[in-house]
């Protein structure tokens, strides 16, 4: 099986750094013209330069916050109207703070919900009627392992990626039609940025050493290590290919054997 994306364009969030920057740096190698999204515009001018460009493909960035919808949609819309068809969309935005559920503060929801899922509407509204026409359309999200079992200590995340898988499962039914598939992808415990806040987090909260929560993480984990952003892309790429084709509307964990149910 060779993937071979070329020709296909691709909006990939929080393409910086992480799962994000791994899956730019895929959809490119196997042939996609890569429009990457995050907030620092000072690093998405540096490594557009790490993305292949060995087919002929043309990259380039969109620096926004979504914090702010709004802005994120002019943005979107000016590169949309160039006109530009999009044929995948890869949503990534890196999660909420650590914290308890009740512990949270109203403000801290309605953040994690305009960052997740108002944003993620942005995007869809943005490239779907391009989708529709070319007959090829692929949203992937990328959320988390809480949508099929929460996690402790992860209150805001459980609740907003929970809210967001079940967006997608409803744009599966309604996008179907049209060629568009719409899946999730839910990484387990990942080596990037992100794991290691929540590290430093339980470690200062329970008075343990980075090294011991970090052994306690993998030892829940039955392949007892973390995964690489690498190994998330794979399960990215894929879903984006011609042979995921009839592939719609189902999370995929990526996560070590670690997720309890089924």
């Known amino acids: 099986m060779n993937i071979d994306l070329t020709g296909k364009n691709a909006i990939v969030c929080g393409a910086t750094k992480g799962i994000g920057n ?36 043309t990259h380039d960035y969109i620096a926004a916050d979504f914090s702010n919808p709004k802005d994120l949609q002019e943005k979107l819309e000016a590169k949309v109207n160039e006109p530009k068809v999009y044929h995948i969309l890869v949503n990534n935005t ?42 090829y359309g692929r949203i992937i999200n990328v959320i988390s392992t809480s949508v099929k079992a929460p996690l402790k200590g992860l ?34 415990a990942t080596a990037t940025d992100r794991l290691k806040q929540i590290i430093e987090t339980k470690a200062s909260k329970q008075n343990h050493s980075i090294a011991e929560v970090e052994k306690e993480m993998t030892n829940e984990i039955p392949m ?14 894929f879903l984006a290919s011609t042979y995921a084709a009839y592939i719609t509307g189902i999370n995929i964990p990526v996560d070590g054997g670690r997720t309890p149910n089924l």
């Open 224 to 237: 007892a290590r973390f995964a690489t952003p690498d190994e998330i892309a794979y399960a990215i790429v």
């Open 155 to 188: 209150g805001v995340s459980n609740t907003i990626r929970a809210a967001v898988g079940n967006w997608a499962k409803t744009l599966s039914f309604e996008l179907a039609p049209f060629g568009i598939t719409v899946n999730n992808v839910l990484p387990g």
């Open 22 to 57: 791994a899956t730019a740096k895929l959809m490119a190698s196997v042939g996609a013209n890569v429009t990457m999204i995050s907030r620092n515009e000072s690093i998405l001018s540096n490594i557009i330069r790490d993305l292949d460009t060995s087919k002929g493909q």
């Open 94 to 135: 890196g999660g909420p703070p650590a914290g308890l559920a009740i512990d949270a503060e109203l403000h801290e929801y309605t953040a994690a919900f305009t960052n997740h899922l108002l944003c993620n509407q942005v995007l869809a509204k943005a490239v779907v009627d391009g989708m529709r026409a070319s007959g």
